[in-house]
């Protein structure tokens, strides 16, 4: 047990009686919530420290959007994490950024700064996703509410950062390969519902994306795109009916997101599986 007086654990520099003691509770309370296998808290200078240091991009971000977060920010540690990191929030008190390793690597500022800009975003208003006790009953897992979210909220957020110069097509390209290594372990085409839900609002993701960074940088053609139209054309075609609409619309106002998000919903009859709020 860490005495008051001692230096905090969290690698703030601070005593722990001044730093940490008024979350002593919380890993455990996310531990035994499920939200994480483990969580230990750093400090969020420490955790930052090299991005600070050596990402001009991500500094520029960090001083000009981190103080407009109004909800204190918990950096914390679960290895088990099947992602580098993740945003979460404790009953609209806390916002969470959860890490597979702290302090975060330079190859990751734009992951760094994108998981900021998500908690920006949902400040302003924008929808949040989660699963239904009874989708919970009945298998489905918190991939389906984020995959449905970062179908619009992801390009959202990365039309952001490409102001303070991050590297779109870098994201893009890593993101990319795992994508399709995955589906390219697929013994069949994805034909139920609940597998046509999942890929279609990936392809709206990588399209909105594929469209932010081509404005920027023009690339006309992109390999992991063009394999998964010849590979899913069904897919492609469903796809490319919401696309159209999003076009049409847009999806600059936490209204028009609820919009488009409500249609792939009732689209693919996941009203009782998905909760926007």
């Known amino acids: 047990m860490v005495e008051l007086n001692q230096s905090c654990p969290c690698k703030s520099g601070l005593k722990y009686r001044e730093c940490c003691l008024p979350f002593k509770g919380l890993p455990k309370f996310l531990t035994t919530g499920g939200m994480c296998n483990e969580f230990k808290i750093y400090a969020e200078r420490y955790t930052l420290n090299t991005l600070l240091k050596k990402s001009k991009e991500f500094r520029a971000f960090y001083i000009s959007e981190r103080t407009k977060i109004v909800r204190p920010v ?15 929030e404790v009953k609209d008190v806390l916002n969470l950024i959860i890490l597979k390793s702290s302090p975060i690597h330079l190859e990751d500022a734009f992951d760094a700064a994108h998981e900021l800009r998500h908690l920006l975003l949902a400040q302003e208003g924008f929808p949040r996703a989660s699963i239904t006790d009874y989708g919970l009953r ?29 590297d779109l097509w870098g994201y893009f390209d890593k993101a990319s ?88 919903i009732e689209q693919y009859n996941m009203s009782d599986i998905i909760a926007l709020r």
């Open 74 to 88: 918990i950096w914390g540690v679960d290895p088990s994490l099947s992602v580098n990191m993740r945003t979460g």
């Open 138 to 166: 009945n298998g489905f897992d918190t991939s389906f509410a984020t995959i449905l979210l970062n179908s619009v909220m992801d390009p959202l957020v990365n039309s952001g950062l490409v102001e303070f110069g991050f």
């Open 177 to 264: 390969q795992v994508q399709r290594h995955y589906r390219e372990t697929l013994t069949q085409p994805p034909l139920s519902n609940r597998q046509k839900y999942f890929e279609v609002s990936l392809y709206i993701q990588k399209m909105l994306d594929w469209e932010i960074a081509n404005r920027r940088s023009p690339r006309p053609h992109d390999d992991f795109l063009e394999w998964f139209n010849l590979t899913f054309p069904i897919i492609t075609q469903e796809a490319t009916e919401i696309l159209n609409e999003i076009r049409l619309i847009g999806y600059d106002t936490p209204e028009k997101v609820r919009l488009i998000l409500t249609r792939i």
